[in-house]
């Protein structure tokens, strides 16, 4: 859990490092903006269609800013665009963004006792509690969604949003009625993306991520099983979506998303008392995931664009940075537990490495990604990489051993089913090890490839 002591902990971590300090003052320069007006939240569903955010003249991606509902610039030719096939496509990143600022805010509010970062946080929230429901379940392009028009566009909002309800919470200013309503959108949430499971895909490892955090909300012991272990929940994703040499099976795009999913997620269940990564064979392949990138990235470090990927996108990207970073803290724990068996090794001394190899590289244009906008609106000019100017998880990530369970690598099969503490008014934690045995997670993909597309509905969380 998101705990008063945990946030102390991170404080005092914050007060003791340079790197950190400035982070903080970063972001409370960038939420300067946010706390002098509340940005403007789209009326409207977000929409894909072919011609929404495109310049009709010469097919440029239409440039995202928050502050501009209405009016959109090409950045290669200088025009300005409306109408309402833009603006809709400006809701999917405006909604994504507002999930991000509210989970910004909230850190301010928690770690550095910013009351009116706090203030405006809480009102994010309860915008979206008021107008959840205004916002129809239909048009959709791949599974249900309020906001958006794909499920796992809304289980990275609902990531954020609960970011920082969670943390309001923990600092003691989270209000009961903003609570409720958090609650609502939460339980809504829950049975959108529970009913719509898309098996191996990339996107179902963000799913999971967000049933997580939502089991941490509502501390449901059920529904955190149901995200870690069930046939396509996160630990299945790391031993079996990421294949033996660490690469995710749908190549590096999909891998650097699913990657960055599952490390979400992993956070989400360490707050429900599971650490992913805490078993040797499990860590292992975690630093090998962390690792693949570096093995077949381009000679200039930008990935190979296979299939459907964009081409010459540098692993430079802050979004990509945030990755290592906070693999870097993960791997350095486990290293830092001088175990034996621990598979990760010297895990800590290549993400290091590595990150530093990235951070020597010229300084590349951030793009707009749709789990990561926190620079938006984005200049159209290279930006000095740097771990100072990131999101903030880094404030939020412990690099010291967390006092959850293990979570178990493959063992015998346990005939008996899980035995699980459930939600208990204090103190939730939920608890993945069988009666005996281990938990049975098949570590090996081989060339086998798991099915896609699986739909398991109505089981989604129901109302409690
Ligand atoms: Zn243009």
Redesign the pocket.
């Known amino acids: 859990m998101v705990t008063a002591e945990g946030l102390a902990a991170r404080r005092q971590a914050i007060a003791g490092s340079s790197d950190l300090q400035a982070l903080l003052a970063h972001l409370v320069a960038r939420a300067a903006p946010l706390l002098e007006r509340l940005p403007p939240i789209p009326t409207v569903k977000a929409l894909l269609s072919a011609d929404g955010g495109i310049?009709p003249?010469?097919g440029?991606a239409l440039e995202f800013d928050p502050w501009s509902p209405h009016q959109h610039r090409?950045p290669?030719?200088g025009?300005t665009w409306s109408g309402e096939r833009h603006d809709r496509h400006w809701a999917r990143f405006q909604h994504l963004w507002m999930a991000e600022r509210a989970a910004h805010l909230a850190a301010l509010g928690a770690l550095a006792d910013n009351s009116a970062a706090a203030a405006r946080a809480s009102e994010i929230l309860r915008a979206y509690a008021r107008s959840y429901w205004t916002y129809p379940n239909r048009d959709n392009v791949l599974g249900p969604s309020r906001l958006f028009f794909s499920t796992y566009l809304e289980s990275i909002w609902i990531l954020n949003f609960l970011a920082a309800a969670v943390l309001l919470r923990a600092s003691g200013r989270l209000d009961d009625a903003t609570a409720r309503g958090v609650g609502q959108v939460a339980d809504e949430a829950a049975n959108l993306i529970g009913e719509f499971d898309e098996g191996f895909s990339n996107r179902q490892t963000w799913n999971d991520a967000a049933l997580a955090a939502i089991a941490v909300w509502f501390e449901d012991a059920e529904l955190a099983a149901r995200a870690i272990e069930s046939p396509t929940g996160l630990l299945a994703h790391l031993s079996r979506g990421f294949g033996r040499d660490g690469l995710w099976y749908e190549g590096e795009n999909y891998h650097l998303f699913a990657l960055r999913g599952f490390m979400t997620g992993a956070g989400w269940a360490r707050a429900a008392g599971v650490d992913l990564g805490e078993e040797p064979a499990l860590a292992g392949r975690l630093t090998a995931a962390l690792l693949a990138p570096a093995l077949t990235a381009l000679p200039d470090l930008t990935f190979p664009a296979r299939k459907d990927s964009r081409f010459g996108v540098s692993l430079a990207q802050p979004m990509y940075l945030e990755l290592w970073e906070v693999g870097l803290a993960r791997v350095g724990m486990r290293d830092a537990l001088k175990d034996s068996l621990t598979v990760a090794g010297n895990g800590m001394r290549e993400v290091a490495s590595w990150l530093k190899a990235l951070y020597g590289l010229p300084a590349v244009v951030p793009e707009a990604f749709d789990s990561y906008l926190h620079d938006a609106p984005v200049a159209r000019t290279p930006h000095p990489a740097s771990r100072i100017s990131l999101s903030g998880w880094a404030l939020l990530e412990p690099r010291v051993r967390p006092a959850g369970r293990r979570a178990r690598a493959p063992g015998p099969a346990a005939p008996h089913a899980p035995r699980r503490r459930h939600a208990l008014a204090s103190g939730f934690r939920y608890r993945l090890v069988r009666e005996s045995g281990s938990l049975l997670v098949p570590l090996d993909a081989g060339s086998q490839r798991p099915a896609v597309g699986r739909r398991n509905r109505g089981v989604g969380r129901r109302h409690v």
């Open positions: 310049c003249d010469d440029a090409c290669r030719c025009k």
